[in-house]
């Protein structure tokens, strides 16, 4: 009679899950790339990081959390749950949890951001000592060593083998219980001693969790929606976004006034224009009402083609009239000049993306495409962008994350990035466009180029428009040569801003 074989539980999450969780989390991590690097390399340190991981997103995101005993859960994954029962116990995580629950992105930010703060410590040693992590993955190996000889023995008692090899396949057994029972007594023994500090290692990241969850959930989706970037965005997007803005406050500084300065600029846009002179010239798909097909009318005398007819419309699938207006054919590309120098950073440097992304938003809008140019010293190479080189103008929040983030610092040099703006304007696809200068004026140019632009300007026939970053010490000397009108941000809060918003 073959011996009765205690076979480990191949199971490393402590928290129950049901399938639409695990599908969520395969979800998440398939779509949000800083998610599945945590977890590639967290799982390079420690063994099962990323049930680690999962059982945190479970922990967030499910209504009412439920435990494994401990006879279920594999002895590897001991190391986890002395983590997570200080979480469990915390007094901050049900406050935490009333952001996150049901919520895919913000328990998906929320597990992203404890991990990373657990990787910090691991890979400091302020958990666990490299001694430690080797103890672990030898626990987690000898779970394997009886599994398999658990596997053999049940398969030698199944098929007519001597009584030699029978006992041979008990005896392996044995000698791998005895292994792993020594090991796994060393590791708890390790983890009892792990101090509290290291214990509360994952508790002490709640600490202003909840605060940034709400915070950065609502400038991820405002940073979205300003940017133009149409649609619903999924998760994972979600999800880098708010790691991007949550992990750098310059970017939510900018985020906030990126979102004043857009709502100022619309509404300037709508007192001048209040509706352009349009002319049909296509049907298109959308939920305008006032553009509707008759077809489109007629459904709304039938219950059953009504009830069709808002479903259509809330999907933006109805028929309807595509306009086209002077104001929309007579405007081209916008080219924006960005200058990225020493003098322009602190306060400079915010102000002067957040009109940027405003133009940005502008320019989607009006279905303009938008070239970015970074510049700073005469060396340094040009930071080129096209934000919305294709489907319909959308913009890509990596690529204006990307704009936003970007600095170079050194000396400035006006006449390089002007000359590239000059040379997009003689491609076909950017002509008729306008080149916006974003700077602090305290460059010089060399008379033979002035004049040299100025017939280059005269020649494409194009306006330049230049903003002076005049909340530090500026100049205007020189955009005066240059600049067909100037104004600064300073003027941006009066009816000076007509001079940039609606005139481009």
């Not at 796994?184 to 990241?205: C, N, T, Y």
């Not at 009830?307 to 419309?313: A, F, I």
């Not at 005469?378 to 929040?397: A, C, E, G, I, S």
Request: hydrophobic letters at 40%; a neutral charge.
């Amino acid at each position: 009679m073959p011996r009765t074989v205690l076979i480990p539980p191949r199971e490393h999450c402590w928290v129950e899950s049901d399938a639409f969780d695990r599908s969520a989390f395969a979800a998440l991590v398939a779509d949000t790339p800083s998610l599945a690097a945590l977890i590639e390399r967290g799982g390079a340190l420690v063994p099962h990081f990323r049930e680690l991981t999962e059982d945190l997103f479970c922990l967030l995101f499910k209504l009412d959390p439920r435990w494994r005993a401990p006879d279920e859960v594999a002895l590897a994954s001991a190391f986890n749950h002395e983590l997570l029962v200080a979480l469990r116990d915390h007094p901050l995580l049900e406050s935490v949890r009333a952001e996150s629950q049901l919520d895919e992105m913000r328990a998906g930010l929320g597990t992203l951001l404890l991990g990373e703060h657990l990787l910090r410590l691991l890979r400091e040693e302020r958990l666990l000592t490299r001694g430690d992590l080797l103890d672990l993955w030898d626990l987690e190996r000898r779970e394997e060593e009886l599994r398999r000889a658990g596997e053999e023995l049940d398969e030698v008692g199944r098929t007519d083998v001597t009584r030699d090899t029978r006992e041979d396949a008990e005896r392996a057994v044995a000698v791998a219980q005895g292994e792993l029972r020594q090991k796994s007594k060393r590791v708890a023994e390790r983890l009892a001693e792990m101090p509290a500090r290291a214990r509360a290692a994952i508790p002490a990241g709640l600490g202003g969790l909840r605060r940034e969850l709400s915070e950065t959930a609502e400038q991820a989706q405002s940073w979205g929606k300003g940017l133009g970037a149409g649609g619903r965005h999924s998760a994972g997007r979600q999800i880098e976004l708010g790691r991007r803005l949550a992990t750098n406050p310059k970017l939510r500084r900018l985020a906030e006034l990126v979102g004043r300065m857009r709502e100022q600029a619309l509404a300037l846009r709508r007192s001048r224009f209040e509706r352009a002179n349009e002319e049909t010239f296509d049907v298109e798909l959308g939920r305008t009402l006032d553009r509707l097909l008759p077809p489109e009318l007629l459904a709304l005398r039938h219950p059953a083609l009504r009830r069709d007819l808002l479903r259509r419309h809330a999907e933006g699938q109805l028929l309807c009239y595509r306009l086209r207006g002077a104001d929309e054919r007579g405007r081209g590309p916008m080219i924006v000049c960005l200058d990225g120098s020493s003098s322009m950073a602190g306060e400079k440097e915010i102000w002067s993306k957040a009109v940027a992304l405003t133009l940005l938003e502008i320019a989607r809008r009006q279905r303009r495409l938008f070239r970015f140019v970074g510049f700073s010293s005469p060396d340094t190479p040009l930071f080129t962008l096209d934000l919305n080189p294709r489907d319909h103008h959308l913009v890509r929040d990596e690529r204006a994350l990307d704009v936003a983030e970007y600095f170079p610092g050194g000396g400035t040099d006006f006449e390089v990035p002007l000359d590239a703006a000059l040379a997009t304007l003689s491609a076909a696809r950017y002509r008729r466009g306008d080149v916006v200068l974003i700077t602090d004026g305290e460059c010089q140019v060399s008379a033979p180029w002035l004049e040299r632009f100025r017939r280059e300007k005269r020649r494409l026939g194009f306006s330049l428009y230049s903003v002076l970053i005049d909340v530090g010490p500026s100049s205007t000397a020189t955009l005066a040569d240059l600049s067909d009108r100037v104004t600064s941000v300073s003027r941006l809060t009066d009816a000076a801003a007509r001079d940039l918003f609606v005139s481009l």
